[in-house]
Nanobody
């Protein structure tokens, strides 16, 4: 059974940092990364990378957020620096395998001014 368990959210001040982590039960994913959903908005891509190491990153977080994948530990992390109030959202770990999308349970990130 494929599972994604995300963690690491919390409260931060604007300009601060948080690191999100996603534990993967297996590592068959061809694409893996993070999405987020703010209140009243649609879920949006934050950063997703493929097995070729190519990463697709939202313009709103470029230069501030970094995704990394540890194949040995079956883990993917999202380092978030210089946080902004508009980064407040529920963040979801995401993986795609053989055309099927998998999601973590979500972790809340709240950034205060």
């Amino acid at each position: 059974q494929v599972q994604l368990v995300d963690s690491g959210g919390g409260l931060a001040q604007a300009g601060g940092s948080l690191r999100l982590s996603c534990a993967i039960s297996r590592n068959p994913f061809t694409r893996i990364g993070w999405y987020r959903q703010a209140p009243g908005k649609q879920r949006e891509l934050v950063a997703v990378s493929n097995t070729a190491g190519i990463t697709n990153t939202a313009d709103s977080v470029k230069g501030r957020f970094t995704i990394s994948r540890d194949y040995a530990k079956n883990r993917v992390t999202l380092q978030m620096n210089n946080l902004k109030v508009e980064d407040t959202a529920v963040y979801y770990c995401y993986g795609q395998h053989q055309g099927t999308d998998y999601w973590g349970q979500g972790t809340q990130v709240t950034v205060s001014s």
